[in-house]
């Protein structure tokens, strides 16, 4: 049995005869981590995906090239044969479990259906199998789980489920594409630390494709570093992250957000003001059932000033998202609400409508929050035809030119569509659409939390310059506290709808109060916090 459990050599992959993967070599010995970094389109998940042939062929070829699994070859190789590499040999966790799962079928059908294909299990040895795998991967109450569609599961859950499937068979390499995008940091830990114990535990090697430079560091004995379509450093983690040699290697580890939150009056004047607000969901169903209420939000009062940033924090399901909303008046409340000294709480959606200019939000995907079949310049000036309608044409056109230049994107591109853009740029252009009524305040819901390492610095920077300029009020929400760490100066913490700890930044994470803040900050940052 040959030590090297995967042989990438000189692998080329091509789309209409454009290559988009060109060249790549490297290899995973039995037991060992290698990550392989790079930001979005640099050919990291191609390449990953060559490995298991599920490439879109035949669209995708491979010019030349090999690629090895335990000695074989898979480039060519017939259905039968891959059949047995893909679950037997080599397992992959894909980046989104939500669309990776059937929403139509149970875990234990989806989980059995692998037992059934590679193992020939009966339904009962499968059940078993099912329940093993599920303990195996920490999932909580698992038995009762086995029954639960995708929807009814966490973020966290459903990666766990997704790593099980992959488990099933026992493979020799685990394939791990991005497997902690948008989970909370607490997730994102025990998830980091399952996959490490799993691969000592059953001596397996690990793949590993992220742009999160953090991962890498607790993760991979090896890197490999990606773009364009190339290998362009690769190395023991220790050398490349305390000497690397090539300059986007360099660019990488330099791009994490940095800094700290722009300079602001702590008398400014109060932008929102929300006391007490409560956010409750009736969750009984049906005339004679008993009543079942969930406090989404449960009396939460903050202060948002001119020039600030409120950065709220919390895992999934902690009341961020629903506070936001509510107090843009975006769902029924309970509580007050004030809009620059004006209580808006009780006022009718015709009575709010004339104040929305003064608040905006900008969503978390902004290719979701971007309708395909609107031109930039309709999707920007969208809120200058309800607010503005005395405006011309030119005049229109002129003021979105304007936005999307204080956004770093060329006005001559504001007649393309948002397929024809990348994802930081279709986020410039989702702040563009919020800053272009000149509000007080926005609300950022997430809105860093897809896009690579640079990108988000490059966000993080136009945020604070957009602050500085025109002294806008951001409500920041997001689960990664280093990108909060770079734009708030007050944090609260959220859990289970209430407000566990609330304070100036710079005292939040440095020295935390409550033990749910300091496992958010221990999880985030990979330290010990001091305690209060």
Same mark, same amino acid.
């Given at each position: 049995?040959?030590?090297?459990?995967? /042989?990438?050599?000189?692998?080329?992959?091509?789309?209409?005869?454009?290559?988009?993967?060109?060249?790549?070599?490297?290899?995973?010995?039995?037991?060992? +981590?290698?990550?392989?970094?790079?930001?979005?389109? #640099?050919?990291?998940?191609?390449?990953?995906?060559?490995?298991?042939?599920? *490439?879109?062929?035949?669209?995708?070829?491979?010019?030349?090239?090999?690629?090895?699994?335990?000695?074989?070859?898979?480039?060519?190789?017939?259905?039968?044969?891959?059949?047995?590499?893909?679950?037997?040999?080599?397992?992959?966790?894909?980046?989104?479990?939500?669309?990776?799962?059937?929403?139509?079928?149970?875990?234990?059908?989806?989980?059995?259906?692998?037992?059934?294909?590679?193992?020939?299990? /009966?339904?009962?040895?499968?059940?078993?199998?099912?329940?093993?795998?599920?303990?195996?991967?920490?999932?909580?109450?698992?038995?009762?789980?086995?029954?639960?569609?995708?929807?009814?599961?966490?973020?966290?859950?459903?990666?766990?489920?997704?790593?099980?499937?992959?488990?099933?068979?026992?493979?020799?390499?685990?394939?791990?594409?991005?497997?902690?995008?948008?989970?909370?940091?607490?997730?994102?830990?025990?998830?980091?630390?399952?996959?490490?114990?799993?691969?000592?535990?059953?001596?397996?090697?690990?793949?590993?494709?992220?742009?999160?430079?953090?991962?890498?560091?607790?993760?991979?004995?090896?890197?490999?570093?990606?773009?364009?379509?190339?290998?362009?450093?690769?190395?023991?983690?220790?050398?490349?992250?305390?000497?690397?040699?090539?300059?986007?290697?360099?660019?990488?580890?330099?791009?994490?957000?940095?800094?700290?939150?722009?300079?602001?009056?702590?008398?400014?004047?109060?932008?929102?003001?929300?006391?007490?607000?409560?956010?409750?969901?009736?969750?009984?169903?049906?005339?004679?059932?008993?009543?079942?209420?969930?406090?989404?939000?449960?009396?939460?009062?903050?202060?948002?000033?001119?020039?600030?940033?409120?950065?709220?924090?919390?895992?999934?399901?902690?009341?961020?998202?629903?506070?936001?909303?509510?107090?843009?008046? *975006?769902?029924? +409340?309970?509580?007050?609400?004030?809009?620059?000294?004006?209580?808006?709480?009780?006022?009718? #959606?015709?009575?709010?409508?004339?104040?929305?200019?003064?608040?905006?939000?900008?969503?978390?995907?902004?290719?979701?929050?971007?309708?395909?079949?609107? #031109?930039? $310049?309709?999707?920007?000036?969208?809120?200058?035809?309800?607010?503005?309608?005395?405006?011309?044409?030119?005049?229109?056109?002129?003021?979105?030119?304007?936005? *999307?230049?204080?956004? %770093?994107?060329?006005?001559?591109?504001?007649?393309?569509?948002?397929?024809?853009? +990348? %994802?930081?740029?279709?986020?410039?252009?989702?702040?563009?659409?919020?800053?272009?009524?000149?509000?007080?305040?926005?609300?950022? /819901?997430?809105?860093?939390?897809?896009?690579?390492?640079?990108?988000?610095?490059?966000?993080?920077?136009?945020?604070?310059?957009?602050?500085?300029?025109?002294?806008?009020?951001?409500?920041?929400?997001?689960? $990664?506290?280093?990108?909060?760490?770079?734009?708030?100066?007050?944090?609260?913490?959220?859990?289970?709808?209430?407000?566990?700890?609330?304070?100036?930044?710079?005292?939040?994470?440095?020295?935390?109060?409550?033990?749910?803040?300091?496992?958010?900050?221990?999880?985030?940052?990979?330290?010990?916090?001091?305690?209060?």
């Amino acid at each position: 049995m040959s030590d090297r459990i995967l /042989d990438v050599n000189d692998l080329a992959v091509a789309f209409g005869g454009e290559e988009v993967v060109r060249g790549v070599s490297f290899h995973i010995d039995r037991g060992e +981590s290698l990550a392989l970094v790079g930001e979005s389109g #640099s050919g990291k998940s191609v390449t990953a995906l060559s490995v298991m042939q599920l *490439l879109p062929y035949p669209q995708a070829t491979h010019p030349r090239g090999s690629v090895q699994v335990d000695g074989k070859e898979v480039i060519g190789a017939d259905e039968d044969e891959m059949l047995k590499i893909r679950g037997d040999r080599v397992g992959m966790v894909f980046q989104e479990p939500m669309t990776s799962l059937n929403p139509l079928h149970h875990i234990e059908k989806q989980i059995g259906e692998i037992l059934f294909v590679h193992r020939a299990m /009966d339904r009962d040895a499968a059940r078993a199998r099912a329940l093993e795998l599920l303990n195996l991967v920490g999932l909580q109450r698992a038995e009762e789980r086995l029954r639960a569609y995708p929807h009814e599961l966490s973020g966290g859950q459903r990666q766990r489920v997704m790593i099980a499937m992959a488990l099933a068979n026992e493979p020799d390499l685990l394939i791990a594409d991005e497997p902690t995008t948008a989970l909370d940091v607490t997730v994102q830990a025990q998830i980091l630390a399952l996959l490490d114990d799993l691969k000592r535990q059953l001596n397996m090697s690990l793949l590993l494709i992220t742009h999160d430079l953090g991962i890498v560091r607790k993760m991979a004995d090896r890197i490999c570093v990606m773009t364009d379509g190339q290998l362009v450093e690769q190395g023991p983690a220790t050398q490349i992250f305390s000497a690397p040699r090539h300059t986007y290697t360099k660019h990488l580890l330099a791009a994490e957000p940095k800094g700290e939150a722009t300079p602001s009056d702590p008398n400014a004047p109060v932008v929102m003001r929300a006391k007490d607000v409560s956010v409750h969901f009736n969750l009984a169903k049906g005339m004679f059932a008993r009543r079942r209420v969930l406090k989404a939000v449960d009396e939460v009062s903050v202060t948002i000033r001119a020039g600030h940033t409120l950065g709220i924090v919390g895992e999934s399901g902690s009341g961020k998202t629903t506070l936001a909303l509510a107090m843009l008046r *975006l769902i029924k +409340s309970t509580g007050g609400i004030e809009l620059e000294g004006q209580e808006i709480q009780g006022l009718k #959606s015709k009575a709010i409508r004339p104040m929305r200019e003064r608040m905006q939000i900008v969503f978390q995907d902004p290719y979701g929050s971007l309708s395909p079949r609107l #031109s930039v $310049d309709q999707i920007i000036g969208a809120g200058l035809r309800v607010h503005r309608p005395e405006l011309s044409i030119l005049q229109r056109r002129e003021i979105v030119a304007e936005a *999307l230049r204080e956004v %770093g994107i060329d006005p001559a591109m504001q007649d393309r569509y948002p397929h024809e853009f +990348s %994802g930081g740029q279709r986020q410039r252009i989702a702040i563009a659409r919020a800053i272009v009524l000149q509000p007080n305040l926005i609300v950022l /819901d997430e809105p860093t939390s897809s896009l690579d390492m640079s990108v988000q610095a490059q966000i993080v920077d136009l945020l604070r310059d957009l602050q500085r300029r025109h002294s806008i009020a951001y409500v920041f929400i997001s689960h $990664d506290l280093k990108v909060v760490r770079a734009l708030a100066d007050e944090i609260i913490v959220m859990k289970d709808g209430v407000i566990v700890e609330q304070g100036a930044a710079k005292e939040v994470f440095t020295t935390p109060k409550t033990p749910y803040t300091r496992a958010l900050m221990s999880a985030a940052f990979d330290i010990e916090v001091v305690d209060a």
